[in-house]
């Protein structure tokens, strides 16, 4: 029975924040968004729940439930999500 590459239908693409999707955002790695605050990662649109430790780059560790109610809290790391800049 062969077994397929799963990794090669996933995207580079797919994997980092495109910052031309929402412009005028800035990566969370200028301003740290708090508990509560909209962002935006590579699932779309959510909000933080919960701000953790430190990431292998250095970034801090935020969880994310998106807009969507269907969906469970994950895990991403700042440097690859977008805040909205400070009003």
């Known amino acids: 029975m062969a077994i397929g590459n799963s990794i ?6 797919d994997l980092f924040v495109n910052g031309e999707a929402r412009p005028g955002w800035i990566p969370a790695t ?7 605050e909209t962002v ?18 250095g970034s801090r ?3 994310i439930q998106l807009d ?6 994950f ?7 977008l805040v909205a800049p400070a009003a």
């Open 75 to 81: 895990f991403a790391a700042a440097s690859n999500i």
């Open 40 to 57: 935006f990662c590579t699932a779309g649109v959510g909000v933080v729940t919960a701000l953790l430790g430190k990431t292998g780059d």
């Open 8 to 13: 090669r239908r996933i995207r580079d693409e």
């Open 61 to 63: 560790l935020l969880q």
């Open 68 to 73: 969507d109610p269907t969906t469970k809290p």
């Open 30 to 36: 200028e301003r740290m968004p708090a508990v509560g």
